[in-house]
């Protein structure tokens, strides 16, 4: 018998959007990029097979945006997975009503899974760290665990992806323990997750306007930040050519290129705060 799947006590609608809110874009063949308030899921087509993969599930409550997104792309065709970057509220915020809809397996990382099984608990944001609104509004958002019981499975071991041959799974932690950013080699297409960001995401009027900068992951949610730098040093050294992150607009060429490369290098200066509770000194 399966168990039922709850949301975390704390789960709530969060108010935040961003002009980009609702809209789409083909990044790379067979993937696209949707932006849900501000927060971008990716609906990754098998090209040999014909069938699809959701990556990621959107903020509270925006599951019937993510449905009638899908039904624009895909008609009434479900997808044949969910994967999940990681378990934060802002990418499984639909994950349960997705679930109970199209009725197919959620996959993650191993050690993700204490969180996404009601487990563990996150550790609590940090609002004190500089940037902007959105940092400071993070003690109100969504931190319990969720519980999917049966419904959500490992990754497999060989970093292959469920469904989608062409792509595999690099663990890049330090956002969370068991994040995740998927590859696919033949035209060297990132799915980054929140390893890096494209919109200072502490900020609430770049929130709002999108304005297209690399960043490090999100400041208030990050509560590794040496096992962050390693993540981003991994990712610029696949040399992408096209990226969507978790949070920003898609980044690609040599913008891309020279923008990785600059917070690689710089990342002690440019990603991590200058102060705050997971700070190392």
């Known amino acids: 018998m399966q168990q039922e799947m709850t949301y975390g006590s704390d789960y709530h609608y969060l108010p935040l959007t961003s002009i980009h809110s609702g809209q789409g874009e083909e990044v790379a063949p067979g993937v696209f990029s949707q932006t849900i308030q501000i927060v971008n899921i990716c609906f990754v087509e098998n090209r040999d097979e014909g069938g699809w993969a959701l990556v990621d599930a959107g903020m509270p409550n925006s599951a019937d945006a993510i449905i009638t997104a899908a039904k624009e792309r895909f008609g009434e065709r479900p997808p044949q997975a969910i994967l999940l970057t990681h378990g934060h509220f802002d990418h499984v915020g639909a994950i349960i009503e997705l679930v109970r809809h199209w009725r197919v397996p959620v996959y993650a990382h191993e050690a993700e899974l204490p969180f996404l099984t009601g487990r563990q608990a996150y550790l609590p944001p940090d609002p004190a760290v500089e940037g902007g609104m959105v940092a400071k509004l993070s003690f109100w958002y969504p931190n319990e665990p969720i519980h999917l019981g049966s419904h959500v499975g490992s990754l497999p071991a060989d970093?292959?992806?469920?469904?989608?041959?062409?792509?595999?799974?690099?663990?890049?932690?330090?956002?969370?323990?068991?994040?995740?950013?998927?590859?696919?080699?033949?035209?060297?297409?990132?799915?980054?997750?929140?390893?890096?960001?494209?919109?200072?995401?502490?900020?609430?009027?770049?929130?709002?306007?999108?304005?297209?900068?690399?960043?490090g992951p999100p400041k208030y949610f990050t509560t590794d930040w040496p096992s962050a730098h390693e993540s981003v040093a991994k990712l610029e050294a696949l040399k992408p050519r096209a990226a969507i992150t978790g949070h920003g607009l898609p980044m690609k060429g040599s913008e891309l290129a020279e923008s990785l490369e600059r917070l690689a290098r710089n990342f002690g200066r440019q990603a991590v705060p200058a102060h705050g509770r997971y700070v190392p000194h």
Do not use: M
């Open 159 to 215: 970093h292959s992806v469920p469904f989608l041959p062409e792509w595999r799974w690099l663990h890049t932690p330090g956002h969370t323990p068991g994040h995740i950013s998927l590859f696919r080699e033949s035209d060297r297409t990132l799915i980054v997750g929140d390893a890096f960001t494209t919109v200072k995401q502490e900020s609430l009027v770049k929130v709002f306007t999108q304005e297209r900068e690399i960043n």
